[in-house]
């Protein structure tokens, strides 16, 4: 359960971190407002994960997650570059999140 409660923490991440981009620096109401919400939701979704799991872990998944998801959506719904830099970083970013993952199993 509690790996359910961080996959639906990173989605609540991304859904308001997409729409930040999408408020105009807070100026838009709708989008302002799912900015909030998903945010919050995200934030308790985690606190209970890591009820469970280990926080390093799930502070690793859910902030490696959702930055290598936001920068694919950046890339492919707002026409944000995605660099071979980029792509290392991800990359990096998940190797991290796997050593991680790994480590914490002992």
Not at 8 to 37: H, Q
Not at 87 to 98: E, F, K, N, S
């Amino acid at each position: 359960m509690a790996w359910i409660l961080l996959v639906a923490a990173i989605v609540a991440e991304v859904v308001g971190t997409t729409a930040l981009k999408l408020s105009s620096g807070l100026t838009r109401l709708m989008p302002s407002v799912v900015v909030a919400v998903a945010y919050l939701l995200s934030f308790v979704l985690l606190a209970f994960a890591v009820r469970h799991l280990q926080v390093s872990v799930a502070y690793a998944i859910w902030s490696g997650v959702g930055t290598a998801t936001i920068t694919v959506i950046g890339w492919y719904a707002f026409g944000e570059s995605l660099t071979v830099a980029k792509v290392a970083a991800m990359l990096l970013i998940i190797t991290g999140v796997v050593i991680l993952n790994l480590a914490g199993a002992e």
